[in-house]
Structures are given as structure tokens and as C-alpha cells.
């Protein structure tokens, strides 16, 4: 028997169906970029007159503070801002009743999806916005703003995984707002909230270190900061290797509890579940 | 020809039925109002992290900043509120809906501008407002009625040049689909950037949002001379005064830019 397998190629295959169909757009990710450029040096200038009107020295230095800003920028496609529109229309048409009958689980589809989504469209806009932050400012004459190197290899090694983990763990975010989807039925509530609260906790508006100091233990509490302020300071060498490894296990602790809490607030859902016809 | 207050008054009626089908559904305005003002408030938010982490930035206080921050915020909700048809316009001309505009006796820009005043995006003009009103307060400003005027001004040449943005975003979905979101750029980037003083930016980028995009004359260079703060980039005071001029201009050559793309606009049916 190769139920197993055979799942797992399936996955697959929708994995690369969707990177396919998003490759298709390259005209937007040429506009992505442009834009995450734009609010990339917008958001530098911003930080460097306050760096410059420092009175005491901020607890992260500049180059950190600006390589920091462009792997968010870099990465912008990958933070779960927002949810899959289709799938709240599925929900909403009564459509998913027709998911339900694939042989696959709905759970992991969905965080396939998503996850396929993500990374598709942070793979087109990562790579032009590292290489003009990393490459073509310096040689510009604009080094002190550039996306700079990794602290260390080891560093190196280990944002890698930390990017991952953010993967997972912004597609546990979504899939469980997916799942919620089923008792509020209209996105419009999540379509508000979770910009804000997502972009604002992660580190995307402002650096997390630079959150005034009552603030820092609510923001280490919280599961977002795992999606851009960790990875981020991990290759900047503002969170040594050392005690990277302690931050991914919280990491990865947050996103087997969303995990877990989805999974079972669907199962919840999918028994109660009345589709309206259609 | 019609006169432009025939004009004005269909589009008031344009706005009061939008008004009407919105009120509606009561308690989805309010949500979503309540909701805009919290969310665009989280920006806020960030401003207050940064002045509570390093206590100034370059000579300006926090409640200068604020005050920047509630008229732009104030101007783009407005302009926001009544930019829906432009907003969709890819969608409109792509299933035949602009065709049939086209074919009605008035001007399309009228229609466009009449497709709906959004008024949950009061959320973001209130958040603004609260936020202007405690720096004013804050700053003891001197209000005269000069002062006052030239705010009226500086927020609707505001709302008229982020009019003109979201008009020269509805002329390129004539010849794209995927790339406007290079428009937000200037929009949301714009509003962010804006709600700084511009001071604070490299030359490049303040030249460009003066005489490009003319940012800083409907947001800076005004609300200089509102609050009656010596410009630390000596720009004169006459300039200030005229500044949200700008903005018409703006808006007026982004709208002949879009009836050039109307008058070569080829439909592909529907």
C-alpha cells in the first residue's frame, strides 16, 4: 500500500502547480519590488533621524538596523498580513463541501496552500531586493544603508532554518484563520485586524528592539515576533547562536500549538458544519 | 454642455444614495469604522514606540509629528472615501462596465467619482482627526482665521492630490493589471512618509515629493506656516501660503491624463 506516498505526492504536485501559476506574474513582482523598495528607504530615513537625534545608544546597532529593515522588506511575501480570499469564498459559496470529498486531509491542505502561496510569491520578490540592497547600494555608495552579510556562517546556517520555521509558523497563523472562517463567514473582521496586528508585532513597522522597554515582555510573548523580528536578528548576529536555538524552539512550540488548535477547532467545525445549498 | 453644477448636484445625489445603501447595513459600518480607526491607529502606534525610545527626532517634538500625521491621515481619508470607482476600475473596464459608462451622457471621471462615498473610511479620518486635535492642542497653536483657512486648504489640496494618484492609478490598469500596485507606492508610501515632516528625508527624495509628486505642498510646507514654525529648510512663507495649490494641479494634469487614456481606449468587449 503507498497511501502515504501517493499523499505526499499530491502535496507536492500542488505545491508546484501553484509556483508555477504565480511565476506567470512577473510584471507584479517587478511592481512588488519596486514598492518594497520604496517603503524600505522610507522607513531607513525615518529610523536613521531618529538613530541621529539619539541622545543614549539604541539597543540595536545601525548597520543591524538597516539589514534588518530590508530582510523584512525582502521577505515582505511571506508574513501572513492576509488571508486566501478564495478560500473564504469557498467557505462562503458552501464550496468547501466539495474539498471535503477529495481524499486528502483539509487541514493540510489548506497549510499547503497557503504555504505554496508564500513561498512562490517570496521566491520572485526576495531575490531582486536582496540583490539591490545587498549588491547595488553598496557599490552605489550607499553601504551604511545595505542589506549587509550574515554575521557568521553559523548565523547564516541558522536563519535559514529560521525562515522556515517562520514559514510554518505564519502558515499556522493563516490556516487557523482559515478554520475560523467557518463560524464567522465573512473575512471582514480578519481582513481588518490582521494587517495591523501582524505587521505592527512582528517587527515589520518598527524593529522589536526598539519598542520601548515596558513593552519587550508582551512582545516576546506574543507568536508573531517569530515571523520576522527572529530570523532577522539571527542573521544579524543581534541574537547569537547560541541562544538562536532556545527562540526557534519557542518558535516551533507556537506553531505546533496553532497547529494543534486549528486541527481541532476544524474537526469541531466540520461536524457542525450546514452548507446553505448552492 | 452641461454646467458643472449640474454636475455637482448629480454627484451629491450619486453620494446620497451611496450613503443610504451603506447605512443599510448599520452595524457592518460601525464594525468596520470602529475596526479602520484601530487598525490605522496601529501606525500611530509605531511613532509613539519611536519618540518613546529616542525622545526627539532632529528638533521636532512629538506633537508636531502629530499634527503632521492627523492632516495627511485626515486628507487620504477623504480622497480614500471617494476614490472607489477609480479603485476598481481594472475590474470595471475588464468586464465591459466602463463600456457602458461610456455610453452614458455624462463624463466617466463623474461617474467614477459618484461610484461611492465609502463612509467606513471615516475610521481612518477620525483616528486622524482625534490625533490632529491633541497636537493642536498640545502645541498651543494661534488659530486665526488665516491659519484656519489655509488648514481647510492644505487638507483638500491633500485630498485632491491623493485624488490625482488614485486617477493615474485607474489610467494604468488601461495597459496593466498586475503592476499597480507600484501606485501604493506613492499612496499608502506617500501617506507614511508624509506624516513626517519631510525635513527629515535625503534631498533626492524631498525634491522628487515637492515638484513630482507634490507631497510635501499640501502636507509640509503648509502646516509650516499653520503652526507658525520657521521652516529649517528656509523655504519662504509665501511659498507655504500657496503650497496646497499643488494639489489641484496635480490633480487637474492627472485628470487629462486619464481622458487621454479614455479617448485611446480600445474596448475588448464583453
Redesign the interface.
Given at each position: 500500500m503507498s497511501a502515504v506516498p501517493s499523499a505526499a505526492g499530491g502535496y507536492l504536485a500542488l505545491l508546484s502547480t501553484r509556483y508555477r501559476a504565480l511565476l506567470q506574474?512577473r510584471?507584479?513582482a517587478?511592481?512588488?519590488a519596486?514598492?518594497q523598495f520604496?517603503?524600505g528607504?522610507?522607513i531607513l530615513?525615518?529610523?536613521e533621524?531618529?538613530?541621529?537625534?539619539?541622545?543614549t545608544t539604541?539597543p540595536l546597532a545601525w548597520p543591524a538596523v538597516a539589514t534588518y529593515v530590508w530582510l523584512g522588506q525582502a521577505f515582505f511575501a511571506l508574513l501572513p498580513w492576509n488571508h486566501d480570499l478564495e478560500i473564504e469564498a469557498q467557505i462562503r459559496r458552501g464550496d468547501v463541501a466539495v474539498e471535503l470529498l477529495r481524499p486528502v486531509d483539509l487541514y493540510a491542505l489548506w497549510l499547503v496552500r497557503i504555504v505554496a502561496l508564500r513561498t512562490a510569491r517570496a521566491s520572485l520578490r526576495a531575490l531582486p531586493i536582496a540583490v539591490g540592497a545587498g549588491l547595488v547600494m553598496p557599490a552605489a555608495g550607499l553601504g551604511e544603508w545595505a542589506l549587509g552579510p550574515p554575521a557568521s556562517a553559523a548565523s547564516a546556517a541558522v536563519w535559514v532554518l529560521a525562515v522556515v520555521l517562520a514559514v510554518a509558523l505564519g502558515g499556522a497563523l493563516t490556516t487557523l484563520v482559515h478554520v475560523s472562517l467557518l463560524w464567522t463567514l465573512s473575512g471582514?473582521?480578519m481582513s481588518?485586524?490582521m494587517?495591523?496586528?501582524v505587521?505592527?508585532f512582528s517587527g515589520m513597522?518598527?524593529p522589536l528592539p526598539?519598542?520601548?522597554a515596558w513593552?519587550q515582555p508582551i512582545l516576546r510573548a506574543l507568536p508573531f515576533r517569530g515571523l520576522v523580528d527572529v530570523p532577522n536578528r539571527i542573521y544579524a548576529g543581534d541574537i547569537p547562536v547560541a541562544q538562536a536555538w532556545t527562540e526557534l524552539a519557542l518558535v516551533v512550540a507556537w506553531t505546533a500549538a496553532l497547529v494543534w488548535a486549528g486541527r481541532a477547532l476544524l474537526r469541531r467545525g466540520l461536524r457542525r458544519l450546514v452548507v446553505q445549498g448552492g | 454642455m452641461r454646467s458643472a453644477r449640474d454636475a455637482l448636484a448629480l454627484l451629491g445625489r450619486f453620494f446620497g444614495i451611496s450613503l443610504r445603501a451603506q447605512m443599510q447595513y448599520r452595524s457592518s459600518f460601525w464594525l468596520q469604522s470602529v475596526g479602520q480607526f484601530l487598525i490605522t491607529g496601529i501606525d500611530f502606534l509605531g511613532v509613539l514606540a519611536l519618540f518613546d525610545r529616542f525622545g526627539a527626532l532632529e528638533g521636532w517634538t512629538l506633537a508636531e509629528v502629530a499634527f503632521f500625521y492627523g492632516v495627511v491621515n485626515v486628507a487620504f481619508a477623504v480622497a480614500d472615501g471617494l476614490s472607489t470607482g477609480f479603485d476598481q476600475f481594472g475590474v470595471l473596464v475588464r468586464n465591459g462596465d466602463f463600456d457602458r459608462m461610456l455610453l452614458r451622457p455624462r463624463s466617466p471621471v463623474l461617474q467614477l467619482a459618484g461610484h461611492e462615498l465609502a463612509i467606513r473610511r471615516v475610521g481612518r479620518l477620525a483616528q486622524g482627526a482625534v490625533i490632529f486635535a491633541w497636537a493642536a492642542w498640545a502645541l498651543g497653536t494661534d488659530w486665526t482665521w488665516a491659519r484656519a483657512g489655509l488648514l481647510a486648504a492644505t487638507v483638500i489640496g491633500g485630498t485632491a492630490l491623493f485624488l490625482g494618484l488614485f486617477v493615474l492609478q485607474a489610467t494604468l490598469s488601461f495597459w496593466t493589471v498586475e503592476s499597480l500596485e507600484v501606485v501604493n507606492s506613492f499612496t499608502y508610501g506617500g501617506v507614511y512618509a508624509a506624516q513626517y515632516p519631510l525635513a527629515i528625508y535625503r534631498l533626492a527624495f524631498r525634491r522628487f515629493f515637492t515638484f513630482v509628486v507634490p507631497l510635501a505642498c499640501v502636507a509640509y510646507l503648509p502646516v509650516l506656516a499653520v503652526m507658525g514654525r520657521p521652516d529649517p529648510l528656509g523655504s519662504p512663507v509665501w511659498a507655504q501660503w500657496l503650497a496646497p495649490l499643488a494639489g489641484f494641479v496635480f490633480l487637474a494634469a492627472s485628470l487629462v491624463v486619464f481622458r487621454l487614456g479614455v479617448r485611446h481606449y480600445t474596448s475588448t468587449g464583453s
Open positions: 506574474y510584471a507584479a517587478a511592481a512588488g519596486f514598492t520604496f517603503f528607504f522610507v530615513m525615518v529610523l533621524a531618529f538613530y541621529r537625534s539619539s541622545a539604541p471582514e473582521g481588518r485586524v494587517p495591523a496586528v505587521t505592527l513597522v518598527v526598539l519598542f520601548p513593552s | -
